[in-house]
């Protein structure tokens, strides 16, 4: 008797099983378009290739299986097979396990179940799409960013308690909970219903700014109070590692929690001292702790908590083409492992399994989820080992190995201490609640405790689905290459033995971001010491993440073995562990072996010095510290009538910690809406011989397919001319450029089916680096030429001469709300209504109309607010909405596009990378005579506004040093990538690091000190600088003085100078830096903005203008203006969105001056509004705001109007230098900033940062010093560790999200962070209420970073007798640090080879 199984999936059929007396013949399909069809006889009957239920009924009538049955095609309807096929199959699945279960779990409490739920939704999918609670966001869908936070709560009726944990939504599938109860940030307050005390402190303490990263912290911080009556700083800290914020710097976030705990006073983080005098004060007035309000908790739900149904039963779920099969115990387990030999085994899914459930790239369609199998999730502990259940998660374990630690204290544990050392930095919080030892040693690394499991020698317990038990060394399992010893064999548990006496344990690992990061190189030592001699009796040394998995160095075991325990040991072994080494294939190799060396002369030293009871231990590694921050700021007067210079929250804070407010991903679907995805290049540079989208076409649900020849209009656009391709029509200039694209009823379908367009190319030779694009001469003809004086001359007759290099990298703007568009036909006179998170409404109107041939009047777009720009949502948002137009248009249809992170990293623009070469002329006291410079930028592919970035880089390069002779070329280069853009401070960022690393160069080269460098060669008031500006009011010396102070910089300095002096392997340095930001367009046509300002009935006021909320709080800021102009309470007035229809022809919001021109243009609406009801105001003069409004509708007043600004009469022509008004005024700062590293690693942290900055009179201090705080975090990042990478063969970027793109975390922002504005600060032609532009400038302050790592690197050379000036590259990663301080093991590892697949972009 043959069974069959076939699987509908969506309308086609996709899987089959053949079983035959219940003996499984498996014919697996040989990728996701082969189908294998079954006839319901007493012998297989037939089996096809083919898609979908078309091409079956077209199939051959022969096909081949295997060799091994030739079988007849047979035509018979495929309803009948498929109902009677599936029917036989859960027939035979019943036998196995229980009756089909239905899937059951609680969202805020309410309880759902799903009859057949499909195994590849996840949570995240099912939260946002099937219950409408988008307070959820979707920011990476890579588990790396933690914005998908949600808390699970389950009930563990072993221990008879409630566990909370925090996961992410979107890695999570929603089979994996039933019986669990999860709660979303809608769950716990709203803005009808109160919000929660997290969520109010999160308003109140100003931790929102685009609030996309915001519902994720605030369910992170939710989980971690419910866990923690008694939580500390390093807890909170520790939870939020999981959670990026590209916006805030975090500062605020971590206040914002600290006052949220639940003793409702904040006491809990506190010093002593401060707890104290906090008690003392509370004596008197008795403690409130309405802060905290318990009943607002989601009550876990009583149904779970009595019920054993659901954690101790087996269950099976069916469908999606899936079988979900979850067993309770190791039998019923291998039941079923017997019967589907093929099917998965999942735990946490949190590796690429779970990336294969999701995609649909299963070998078969069960899954066999182990985490309920009891046995798999015991812990146990003799006097030889512990033994963990392949089930037992991350934090289970780690929980349990406290508890270990806690009761054996006087005994010697340093496996323990070891495994929790290594528990301690896998992932965050939120993937360590979910993944397995089971999952994460079955899986193919490089994974952390891989390495641990092999140095201690650990032991894999399998059992196959025979029943027989197998005990694999995981050193032999590890050489056979991290696959179970056969497919049917179940990894049951792992015995970690616990050391011997005299045996020492210890584990490191190295991220390139502290927090939530794999390891550049992770190692583990064991060492034992013969009890007799004391020398070595054996020694292990393991290193991992060089290769796929980790290794046992053998010659170092052997080499070690019988010597004695001393330092001499160290070089021959290190030689060794070179030669073991030296051919991995590895990129950046010559750092991955320099830190497996310091591995061991840390450990070794760590060991020895133990066992030798030295009493001066070798300190290794960083300072423990805690983040701390004060922010000094004038606030006008409290009571005063004006709303604007007050710090009051973000508009839309409430909306965005409730995660009520809606960002386009949020919007509810048109009924008729479909999806759209890119058909993309795959080639850096080539030309299209053909495109074939049918067997896309085939794919069910895929609806169309577009590509040039669909574009009504015109298929090119470009900020000054129209050179960039809408869709490539006949070449491709880089991977990843739009070619086509898929339109289906969802986005899975339309990602899926898009790769299965053919595209043939003919390649073309690519230039992927800046050098090969200088030497190639591969260069826009445009030349930037600043002159000043007679630079020749003054070279040749300075006193002494200087020639160098300055570079800095790409950096990718990693905004978190993905790029995004929706664009909806009206049907009606060819009217498009186009919803983009751009940041130039204006001009996604403009193509959008030029690509569809229609006029500008028929397209509105319309931007509520965007997940965070920082520029990069500019010109990319044109192709997104062109091309979602363009889709929209043929099918006369809504279509969304959504951008994937990864999609949105590689092909989207980024900050320029530069070249300066240099030549500087100056006196032997440092005065700088004559100065030149080349410049080079490495646009892309296209010049797009390269130009602009160049000249305005230029110009701030110059912008702050009176050099008399001076002159600056630059050039733009193309190259094969992604055309760059604008990216917070426009080419200011590389020109300030530039001009402060020549003068760095010039202090090394003469000895003066760097300070003293600058401040010799600065400005002076009233000097006039390159572009004509005459510095009045020139606020930077002041900066810099009161930085100075306040850092306690020559104190400081001294200190750090002392503390080098006693630290071999950590050294200190301090650094100053600042920036001079013009603020304005260079452009004049760029210096206007409108605005339009409604007043209704009930006196609620609506404004609009022309400027996008990104984060930056500029809706705050023009609600601030209009409240003050029409003195009114600031709550009656709103904005809503800002549209094409309202506010026509605005400029892109960017350049720090968006504040400035639309303010400007709302202050002049309001004006003409009071103008307008002054004669009213006068005859009334007591009657309020209301009774004004009534009276102007009664006397037939207008109560709308439009505003107009324009900022100044003159604009700047960049080929007429000094002519001209280049700007309004300038923005200054200065910061100060003490840092440290770890010689032996290069990782560093920032002690400290005090920065003072000139921002006028802020308009709003609370906002102004968030845009400091994480402008300068930003800047941090380009200077440290963000590293944007590229297949060198391929062009393709290797980064592709925050998994491998490292942008600032929880740990890498300065530990104490202290941000003052500076008081009454003067200045000119500032027209919002005195104050000044904010956004871009103080990202210019991440400078002092790397000089003050510079610092410390060359302290540490100087160490080694090396008293050069050290070029450090930018940015700074752990690899550039740890090479630059030099020291025997660098010389060493010098003579290897690199072979690096990625080069940095
Ligand atoms: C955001 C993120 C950050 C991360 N950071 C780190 C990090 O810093 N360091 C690090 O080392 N790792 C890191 N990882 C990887 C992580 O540690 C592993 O993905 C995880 O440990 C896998 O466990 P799991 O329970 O999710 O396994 P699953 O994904 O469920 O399973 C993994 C594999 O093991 C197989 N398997 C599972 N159980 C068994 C069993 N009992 N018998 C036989 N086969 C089995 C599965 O079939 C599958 O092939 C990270 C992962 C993510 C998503
Ligand atoms: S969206 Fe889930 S972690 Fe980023
Ligand atoms: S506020 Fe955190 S990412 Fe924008």
């Known amino acids: 008797m043959v069974h069959v199984q076939v699987y509908p999936r969506e309308n086609h059929l996709q899987l089959v099983h053949l079983y035959y007396d219940f003996k499984s013949f498996f014919f697996s399909y040989e990728n996701e378009r082969t189908v294998l069809i079954l006839a319901l006889v007493d012998r297989p009957y037939f089996i096809l290739h083919g898609f979908s239920l078309n091409e079956f009924i077209r199939t051959p009538s022969q096909v081949n299986i295997g060799g091994q049955y030739v079988v007849n095609t047979f035509r018979f309807s495929h309803v009948s097979v498929v109902l009677t096929a599936s029917r036989m199959y859960k027939t035979y699945v019943n036998k196995l396990m229980e009756e089909q279960s239905a899937l059951v779990f609680f969202v805020n409490g309410k309880k759902i179940s799903i009859d057949s739920p499909d195994p590849k939704v996840t949570l995240i999918q099912y939260l946002r799409r099937n219950l409408y609670l988008t307070g959820t966001k979707e920011a990476c869908s890579q588990g790396a960013c933690g914005a998908c936070t949600v808390m699970v709560s389950y009930y563990n009726h072993h221990q008879k308690k409630i566990v909370h944990y925090s996961g992410n939504a979107c890695l999570t599938l929603l089979c994996s909970l039933h019986g669990m109860a999860?709660?979303?940030?809608?769950?716990?307050?709203?803005?009808?219903?109160?919000?929660?005390?997290?969520?109010?402190?999160?308003?109140?303490?100003?931790?929102?700014?685009?609030?996309?990263?915001?519902?994720?912290?605030?369910?992170?911080?939710?989980?971690?109070?419910?866990?923690?009556?008694?939580?500390?700083?390093?807890?909170?800290?520790?939870?939020?590692?999981?959670?990026?914020?590209?916006?805030?710097?975090?500062?605020?976030?971590?206040?914002?929690?600290?006052?949220?705990?639940?003793?409702?006073?904040?006491?809990?983080?506190?010093?002593?001292?401060?707890?104290?005098?906090?008690?003392?004060?509370?004596?008197?007035?008795?403690?409130?702790?309405?802060?905290?309000?318990?009943?607002?908790?989601?009550?876990?739900?009583?149904?779970?908590?009595?019920?054993?149904?659901?954690?101790?039963?087996?269950?099976?779920?069916?469908?999606?083409?899936?079988?979900?099969?979850?067993?309770?115990?190791?039998?019923?387990?291998?039941?079923?492992?017997?019967?589907?030999?093929?099917?998965?085994?999942?735990?946490?899914?949190?590796?690429?399994?779970?990336?294969?459930?999701?995609?649909?790239?299963?070998?078969?369609?069960?899954?066999?989820?182990?985490?309920?199998?009891?046995?798999?999730?015991?812990?146990?502990?003799?006097?030889?080992?512990?033994?963990?259940g392949a089930a037992v998660t991350f934090a289970q374990m780690e929980e349990f190995l406290q508890e270990t630690l806690k009761e054996t204290k006087e005994k010697d544990c340093s496996v323990v201490a070891a495994l929790l050392e290594a528990l301690r930095w896998i992932g965050a919080d939120q993937l360590r609640n979910v993944a397995t030892l089971g999952g994460h040693l079955m899986s193919v690394g490089p994974h952390d405790l891989q390495t641990l499991m092999l140095t201690v020698g650990a032991e894999l317990n399998f059992v196959s689905t025979e029943n027989q038990a197998k005990t694999i060394p995981y050193e032999k399992y590890v050489k056979n290459g991290i696959n179970a010893p056969s497919s049917t064999d179940i990894l049951v548990s792992v015995v970690i033995p616990l050391n011997k006496q005299n045996e020492k344990v210890l584990y490191t690992k190295q991220p390139f971001r502290r927090g939530m990061d794999y390891a550049i190189v992770n190692a583990g030592m064991c060492l034992k010491v013969d009890d007799k001699n004391g020398n070595i009796d054996t020694l292990r040394f393991c290193v991992g993440n060089i290769e796929e998995k980790p290794c046992s160095l053998d010659k170092v075991s052997g080499l070690a073995k019988g010597k004695t325990l001393d330092d001499k040991l160290i070089p021959e072994i290190c030689d060794v562990i070179i030669e073991e080494l030296k051919g991995c294939k590895a990129d950046s190799l010559?750092?991955?072996?320099?830190?497996?060396?310091?591995f061991f002369y840390k450990m070794f030293k760590q060991i020895t010095e133990t066992i030798q009871s030295t009493k001066e231990k070798t300190e290794f590694g960083l300072t423990a510290a805690l983040s701390s921050g004060a922010q000094y700021y004038d606030v006008p007067n409290p009571e005063a009538k004006e709303i604007v210079w007050k710090p009051i929250p973000h508009a839309a804070a409430k909306s965005l910690t409730t995660g009520e407010a809606v960002f386009i991903d949020d919007m509810p679907n048109y009924s008729n809406e479909l999806s759209m995805w890119f058909v993309a290049s795959t080639k850096a540079h080539a030309n299209i011989v053909s495109i074939d989208p049918s067997a896309a076409l085939a794919v069910p649900g895929v609806v169309d397919y577009v590509d040039c020849r669909d574009v009504p209009g015109n298929n090119d656009y470009g900020p000054l001319v129209h050179d960039?391709?809408?869709?490539?029509?006949?070449?491709?200039?880089?991977?990843?450029?739009?070619?086509?694209?898929?339109?289906?009823?969802?986005?899975?379908?339309?990602?899926?089916?898009?790769?299965?367009?053919?595209?043939?190319?003919?390649?073309?030779?690519?230039?992927?680096t800046l050098d090969e694009a200088i030497e190639k001469k591969s260069m826009d003809p445009y030349i930037a030429n600043h002159t000043n004086g007679d630079v020749?001359?003054?070279?040749?007759?300075?006193?002494?001469?200087?020639?160098?290099?300055?570079?800095?990298?790409?950096?990718?703007?990693?905004?978190?709300?993905?790029?995004?568009?929706?664009?909806?036909?009206?049907?009606?006179?060819?009217?498009?209504?186009?919803?983009?998170?751009?940041?130039?409404?204006?001009?996604?109107?403009?193509?959008?109309?030029?690509?569809?041939?229609?006029?500008?009047?028929?397209?509105?777009?319309?931007?509520?607010?965007?997940?965070?720009?920082?520029?990069?949502?500019?010109?990319?948002?044109?192709?997104?909405?062109?091309?979602?137009?363009v889709a929209a248009w043929k099918v006369n249809r809504p279509v969304r596009l959504i951008y994937t992170r990864a999609y949105d990293v590689k092909t989207s623009s980024k900050r320029h990378p530069v070249k300066a070469v240099y030549k500087a002329g100056f006196t032997k006291e440092g005065k700088i005579t004559s100065l030149s410079i080349d410049l080079y930028l490495n646009a892309g592919w296209n010049n797009g506004i390269s130009m602009f970035v160049m000249e305005l880089g230029m110009l701030a390069m110059e912008g702050a040093f009176n050099i008399p002779n001076y002159r600056g070329t630059g050039r733009v280069c193309l190259t094969n990538l992604?055309?760059?853009?604008?990216?917070?401070?426009?080419?200011?960022?590389?020109?300030t690091f530039i001009i402060h690393s020549i003068m760095y160069d010039i202090a090394k080269h003469t000895g003066i000190p760097f300070n003293k460098i600058r401040e010799m060669n600065l400005y002076q008031e009233g000097d006039k600088n390159i572009h004509g500006m005459v510095l009045k009011h020139f606020n930077l010396p002041i900066c810099w003085e009161d930085c100075k102070k306040q850092s306690k910089f020559e104190e400081t300095s001294k200190a750090i100078a002392e503390f080098n002096s006693k630290n071999r392997y950590r050294k200190r340095g301090v650094a100053m830096s600042f920036c001079v930001f013009s603020i304005g367009y260079p452009m004049l046509f760029m210096c206007q903005a409108g605005a339009l300002v409604n007043i209704y009935q009930d006196g609620s006021v609506l404004v609009t203008h022309g400027g996008i909320e990104l984060g930056q709080g500029l809706y705050t800021k023009m609600i601030q203006v209009a409240a003050t102009v029409l003195e009114i309470p600031v709550d009656k007035v709103y904005i809503s969105e800002t549209s094409t229809v309202t506010v026509p022809n605005?400029?892109?919001?960017?350049?720090?001056?968006?504040?400035?021109?639309?303010?400007?243009?709302?202050?002049?609406?309001?004006?003409?509004?009071?103008?307008?009801?002054?004669?009213?105001?006068?005859?009334?003069?007591?009657?309020?705001?209301?009774?004004?409004?009534?009276?102007?509708?009664?006397?037939?007043?207008?109560?709308?109007?439009?505003?107009?600004?324009?900022?100044?009469?003159?604009?700047?022509?960049?080929?007429?230098?000094?002519?001209?008004?280049?700007?309004?005024y300038n923005s200054y700062g200065a910061a100060s900033t003490v840092v440290e590293i770890d010689c032996l690693t290069g990782e560093h942290q920032i002690l400290r940062t005090d920065i003072v900055f000139d921002v006028g009179k802020s308009l709003n201090p609370a906002i102004d010093v968030g845009q400091i705080e994480g402008g300068f975090v930003q800047g941090v990042g380009l200077m440290t560790n963000e590293k944007v990478m590229i297949n060198k063969d391929t062009g393709e970027l290797s980064s592709y999200g925050p998994g491998n793109y490292k942008v600032p975390g929880i740990r890498n922002i300065p530990k104490e962070f202290n941000v003052t504005l500076l008081k009454d600060a003067q200045g000119e032609n500032r027209p919002l209420y005195s104050s000044k532009g904010i956004g871009e400038p103080?990202?210019?302050?991440?400078?002092?970073?790397?000089?003050?790592?510079?610092?410390?690197?060359?302290?540490?050379?100087?160490?080694?007798?090396?008293?050069?000036?050290?070029?450090l590259a930018c940015p700074a990663t752990p690899e550039v640090i740890r090479m630059g301080c030099a020291g025997p093991i660098v010389k060493k590892v010098d003579a290897i080879q690199e072979n690096n697949q990625n080069i940095q972009f």
């Open 1338 to 1367: 103080p990202l210019l302050l991440g400078a002092s970073v790397h000089f003050a790592l510079r610092e410390a690197v060359n302290a540490a050379r100087s160490d080694q007798g090396l008293s050069d000036n050290y070029k």
């Open 724 to 768: 960039i391709p809408l869709f490539a029509k006949k070449e491709v200039s880089f991977h990843g450029q739009p070619i086509g694209g898929i339109i289906a009823e969802t986005r899975e379908i339309a990602r899926a089916a898009a790769r299965l367009v053919k595209i043939e190319y003919e390649e073309l030779p690519a230039i992927l």
């Open 978 to 991: 992604p055309s760059n853009g604008a990216f917070r401070g426009f080419g200011a960022p590389q020109g």
């Open 182 to 388: 999860v709660t979303t940030v809608e769950g716990i307050g709203s803005t009808r219903n109160g919000l929660h005390p997290i969520q109010q402190n999160m308003m109140e303490n100003h931790g929102v700014q685009c609030g996309f990263c915001t519902p994720g912290m605030v369910m992170t911080m939710y989980t971690f109070f419910r866990n923690n009556p008694k939580p500390t700083q390093e807890g909170m800290e520790r939870a939020l590692e999981g959670n990026l914020c590209r916006c805030t710097g975090y500062r605020p976030i971590l206040e914002s929690f600290k006052k949220s705990c639940p003793c409702g006073l904040g006491l809990c983080q506190q010093s002593a001292e401060e707890k104290k005098e906090l008690a003392e004060k509370t004596a008197t007035e008795k403690p409130t702790l309405e802060n905290y309000d318990k009943s607002q908790d989601v009550i876990f739900p009583n149904e779970l908590q009595k019920s054993t149904e659901f954690s101790q039963k087996n269950v099976m779920f069916v469908g999606g083409g899936y079988t979900w099969l979850r067993p309770v115990s190791l039998t019923k387990l291998l039941e079923l492992k017997k019967a589907f030999p093929k099917a998965t085994i999942v735990m946490g899914s949190q590796t690429v399994i779970g990336s294969k459930i999701r995609n649909n790239s299963l070998p078969s369609p069960e899954i066999l989820c182990c985490t309920q199998v009891v046995e798999l999730k015991r812990m146990t502990q003799d006097t030889q080992a512990i033994t963990v």
């Open 792 to 885: 020749d001359k003054g070279l040749a007759e300075a006193e002494i001469t200087l020639e160098g290099v300055v570079q800095t990298a790409a950096q990718e703007h990693l905004y978190m709300e993905p790029i995004s568009a929706l664009v909806v036909p009206k049907r009606e006179d060819n009217e498009v209504e186009v919803f983009v998170n751009t940041q130039e409404a204006a001009n996604c109107q403009k193509d959008v109309g030029h690509f569809l041939g229609i006029p500008f009047n028929r397209v509105s777009v319309r931007v509520k607010r965007i997940g965070g720009g920082f520029g990069g949502k500019a010109l990319d948002t044109i192709e997104a909405s062109g091309v979602a137009a």
């Open 1146 to 1224: 605005a400029v892109e919001t960017g350049g720090s001056f968006v504040a400035d021109l639309n303010g400007g243009a709302v202050m002049n609406a309001c004006q003409i509004l009071k103008e307008r009801l002054q004669p009213l105001r006068d005859a009334m003069p007591e009657a309020t705001w209301e009774q004004l409004v009534q009276a102007a509708i009664f006397s037939r007043i207008s109560l709308s109007a439009s505003g107009f600004y324009k900022s100044r009469e003159l604009g700047y022509d960049f080929q007429k230098q000094g002519e001209g008004q280049y700007c309004n």
């Open 590 to 598: 010559k750092y991955k072996v320099s830190l497996a060396c310091g």
